[in-house]
């Protein structure tokens, strides 16, 4: 007996270092992607009455325009979130408003939601982004967005606040708390790629090639080493350009 609790010590030991040093590559990991997205100035998740609010306010580094050009690209907003499974823009009444219908697939826990959201959304002159839900098109009965952009030399102030109260059932207490780790981990993985693609699209206007506008990211490929997925550019697609005047 004592020579078998001696062989189960000895497995054990090599068992727990292994352990330590996943826990330590996970934790450097983490550490390593929540610092990719430029600059972290503040981040909060409310719920009240099954309305969720989100507010995020950050510094990127790469120039406003082009963090403009990216968010504001939606027909391939799949690109910044990899949850959109559909992307379409719908006609709008109004020459100054782009509706947009969004189809995704987002796990929390245990509980798969398939969303549906149609929303109108308004650039101002300023560099700001407002957009409306539209609730009877949509998963959700109210919400509203805005994306503030100002440049900071060659980086980028950004703040995003938005609110969303869900028609689906979310589980109370356990469920709402995963919600809300959930919202905060999907906005930090869209930030970090905005700010990648931002910097992809700014090295192809410095290189003065036309041709490499013709190219972009592999669909559905994380944008984490950017100069990586750079050298694997396929020529399927162009980039939507719109640049505006971000003060």
Known sequence: MKLLISKVGDCLIPLRISVIRICTLVASLLFSYL????????LSVTEADGEYRLRIVSVLDAPADYVYDVITDYSHGYRINPFI???????????????VRNLSEHW????????DWVGDIVETKHGD??????PELSSFESGSA???IRPRGERTWLLHESSLKPKFFIPPVIGDYIMKRKMEDDTLATLKRIECHSKILLEIDM??????????????QDCVNHQELRDVFTLKDQWTIHTPSVQ
């Open 129 to 134: 982004i407002k957009i409306k839900t539209i």
């Open 146 to 148: 805005v994306w503030m």
């Open 207 to 220: 290189e003065h090639d036309p041709e490499l506008l013709k190219t972009l990211l592999r669909e559905g």
């Open 85 to 99: 499974t559909e992307v379409e823009v719908l006609p709008s009444e109004h020459d100054e408003v782009v509706r």
């Open 35 to 42: 610092s990719v997205a430029g600059e972290l100035k503040e």
């Open 108 to 115: 929390v826990g245990p509980f798969c939601f398939k969303i």
